[in-house]
C-alpha cells in the first residue's frame, strides 16, 4: 500500500528552506517517465548506470528501479573546487568507477546541471575510456547558466538559476534527506 504524502512537511518549518520547486509527486512521475524512455532506447543493450556522487544517490536509486532492464550500476565520487555555492569546473575525482568502461554503453546519472563544467570534465574523462556510447540524464538543469551546449539525452526538469536543496542535493551536506527540491534560502559559508 502507498502511504499518502503528508499535504506539509516539517522542513516547512525550517527557515532556511525556501520554496518548493520540484514536489514529491512531480518528481516521481518524471522519474518514472525518464526511466520508461531509457527502458525504450536501451532495450537490448542494457547501460551501465553511472551515478555522480553524492548529490546523484537519490536520483540514481529511484531511477536505477524503474528501468526495466538489468542494468549495472556503478558511482564515481567527485569534488569541484571553489565555495560552498559555485563551482570553479576543476574536478577533483574522490573515488573513480570499479567498472572498465571499454566498450560499455554508459549512461551518467547527473543530480544538477548548474554551469555545466563539472559534466564537461567528467565527459572527457570518461570518453577518453572508450565506451561504445555515452549519454548523461540529468534531474535538474538551471536554466540559462550553462556556456555551450551540453547535449544532455534526459532531462527531468529546467529550474531557474536558485540554489537549491533536497532529493540528494545539499548545501554543507545539509538537506540531502529532504524528499523535495526547496530553494535554500540560509546564510552561504564563503570559502
Ligand atoms: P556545475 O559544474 O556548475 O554544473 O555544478 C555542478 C555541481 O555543483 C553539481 O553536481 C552539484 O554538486 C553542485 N550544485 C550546483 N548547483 C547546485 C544547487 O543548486 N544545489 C546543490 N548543489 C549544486
Given at each position: 500500500m502507498e502511504l499518502p504524502s503528508p499535504a506539509t512537511s516539517h522542513w516547512d518549518d525550517d527557515p532556511d528552506l525556501g520554496s518548493v520547486v520540484v514536489d514529491e509527486q512531480g518528481?516521481?512521475?518524471?522519474?518514472?517517465?525518464?526511466?520508461?524512455?531509457?527502458?525504450?532506447?536501451?532495450?537490448?543493450?542494457?547501460?551501465?548506470l553511472v551515478g555522480v556522487l553524492k548529490g546523484a544517490f537519490v536520483f540514481m536509486s529511484d531511477l536505477a528501479r524503474a528501468v526495466r532492464l538489468p542494468v549495472e550500476v556503478d558511482m564515481m565520487a567527485v569534488a569541484s573546487y571553489g565555495s560552498a555555492a559555485t563551482t570553479s569546473?576543476?574536478?577533483?575525482?574522490?573515488?573513480?568507477?570499479?567498472?572498465?568502461?571499454?566498450?560499455?554503453?554508459?549512461?551518467?546519472?547527473?543530480?544538477?546541471?548548474?554551469?555545466?563544467?563539472?559534466?564537461?570534465?567528467?565527459?572527457?574523462n570518461l570518453m577518453?575510456?572508450?565506451?561504445?556510447?555515452?549519454?548523461?540524464?540529468?534531474?535538474?538543469?538551471?536554466d540559462g547558466r550553462q556556456r555551450a551546449p551540453l547535449d544532455l539525452r534526459y532531462v527531468g526538469f529546467r529550474i531557474?538559476?536558485?540554489?537549491?536543496?533536497?532529493?540528494?542535493?545539499d548545501i554543507a551536506e545539509r538537506y540531502r534527506n529532504v524528499p523535495d527540491v526547496r530553494v535554500?534560502?540560509?546564510?552561504?559559508a564563503v570559502g
Open positions: 518528481i516521481r512521475r518524471r522519474v518514472r517517465e525518464l526511466a520508461d524512455e531509457v527502458t525504450e532506447d536501451y532495450g537490448d543493450r542494457p547501460p551501465l569546473g576543476v574536478v577533483r575525482i574522490l573515488k573513480d568507477l570499479d567498472t572498465d568502461l571499454t566498450d560499455r554503453h554508459v549512461l551518467v546519472v547527473e543530480d544538477i546541471v548548474d554551469s555545466g563544467l563539472t559534466l564537461s570534465y567528467l565527459r572527457r577518453a575510456r572508450r565506451p561504445a556510447s555515452l549519454e548523461v540524464c540529468a534531474l535538474l538543469v538551471k531557474p538559476g536558485d540554489f537549491v536543496v533536497g532529493y540528494g542535493l535554500y534560502q540560509g546564510p552561504v
